[in-house]
């Protein structure tokens, strides 16, 4: 059964920074794609990030150019590093093993974790 936990959310000002991690046990995660996806309130969860198990990653347009997302197999860890961050940019995070086949990220039907919460001020 897969595991997945996600931390590093918080506060933060119109402009700020966060850092997300997402460990990950019960899985080949050295061989799974890996995605962050978001969910504000009233809204339907929506795809922010992927990265593919070699390290290809693709994007939401509304994040492009201010998101990153990286891997590090030792620690079964996928990070999202996200910066100059928006008002909008307010929701719960959710990490999600997926497939990755011509340069997109497909998510697998695992059941998700908690989320962690992530609330931009303007």
């Known amino acids: 059964q897969v595991h997945l936990v996600e931390s590093g959310g918080g506060l933060v000002q119109a402009g700020g920074s966060l850092r997300l991690s997402c460990a990950v046990s019960?899985?080949?995660?050295?061989?799974?794609?890996m995605g962050w996806y978001r969910q504000a309130p009233g809204k339907q969860r929506e795809f922010v990030a992927g990265?593919?198990?070699?390290?290809?990653?693709n994007f939401a347009d509304s994040v492009k150019g201010r998101f990153t997302i990286s891997r590090d197999n030792a620690k079964n860890t996928v990070y999202l590093q996200m910066n100059s961050l928006k008002p909008e940019d307010t929701a719960v995070y959710f990490c999600?093993?997926?497939?990755?086949?011509?340069?997109?990220?497909?998510?697998?039907?695992?059941?998700w974790g908690q989320g962690t919460q992530v609330t931009v001020s303007s």
């Open positions: 999600h093993r997926g497939t990755w086949y011509r340069d997109t990220y497909y998510p697998k039907y695992d059941s």
């Open positions: 019960g899985s080949t995660f050295s061989i799974d794609a």
């Open positions: 990265i593919s198990s070699g390290g290809s990653t």
